[in-house]
T-cell receptor, first 111, second 110 residues
Framework: DARVTQTPRDKVTEMGQEVTMRCQPILGHNTVFWYRQTMMQGLELLAYFRNRAPLDDSGMPKDRFSAEMPDATLATLKIQPSEPRDSAVYFC?????????FGQGTRLTVV | GQQVMQIPQYQHVQEGEDFTTYCNSSTTLSNIQWYKQRPGGHPVFLIQLVKSGEVKKQKRLTFQFGEAKKNSSLHITATQTTDVGTYFCAGQRGAQKLVFGQGTRLTINP
């Protein structure tokens, strides 16, 4: 079964540390999304790429967050420096033709 | 910017009762999608609606897309405990980003 793979599954880090989350989209999918999910805010779109080009990252705090796709098999989301309010589940999803297939998520806890 | 509102936020039903969640967009959509997220899991794609007035069925689930392509609904007939989870709608305009509603969390009394 083709699936979106995210690493790590869980991450606990201290405030101020850099956090990098990785995503391997489904082969052949040309769109990659990064979402953040919290109880209060629901599913927020942070960034999305089409054919590796960033199309919209308006939902992402630019001062500390960055998203890249160094190649078609890897998307990264980086937070530097991390803060306790960044604690959430971060989902990567890929698609082609509109719908999105989600990875299992990275549960980030910043203490 | 594009907004997608979903109601209700929570719904608790007895097993066997029906359930409906509603989704409204501030703008006309090119398509609307529905996802289900089980507790502790990730959103899973259920269906995509594209045409004005479209109705699609998946077993006990009925999905509708409004005539104006700004609203949608998901109806579950005779809920079962396996239906527990949060149901999200997500709207898209053209090639633009997929915007999710806040979700409706469904819990069921067996």
């Amino acid at each position: 079964d083709a699936r979106v793979t995210q690493t790590p599954r869980d991450k606990v880090t201290e405030m101020g540390q850099e956090v990098t989350m990785r995503c391997q989209p489904i082969l052949g999918h040309n769109t990659v999304f990064w979402y953040r999910q919290t109880m209060m805010q629901g599913l927020e779109l942070l960034a999305y790429f089409r054919n590796r080009a960033p199309l919209d990252d308006s939902g992402m705090p630019k001062d500390r967050f960055s998203a890249e796709m160094p190649d078609a098999t890897l998307a990264t989301l980086k937070i530097q420096p991390s803060e306790p309010r960044d604690s959430a589940v971060y989902f990567c999803a890929s698609g082609s033709g509109g719908n999105a297939f989600f990875g299992q998520g990275t549960r980030l806890t910043v203490v | 910017g594009q907004q997608v509102m979903q109601i209700p936020q929570y719904q608790h039903v007895q097993e066997g009762e029906d359930f409906t969640t509603y989704c409204n967009s501030s703008t006309t959509l090119s398509n609307i999608q529905w996802y289900k997220q089980r507790p502790g899991g990730h959103p899973v794609f259920l269906i995509q609606l594209v045409k004005s007035g479209e109705v699609k069925k998946q077993k006990r689930l009925t999905f509708q897309f409004g005539e104006a392509k700004k609203n949608s609904s998901l109806h579950i007939t005779a809920t079962q405990t396996t239906d527990v989870g949060t149901y999200f709608c997500a709207g898209q305009r053209g090639a633009q980003k997929l915007v999710f509603g806040q979700g409706t969390r469904l819990t069921i009394n067996p």
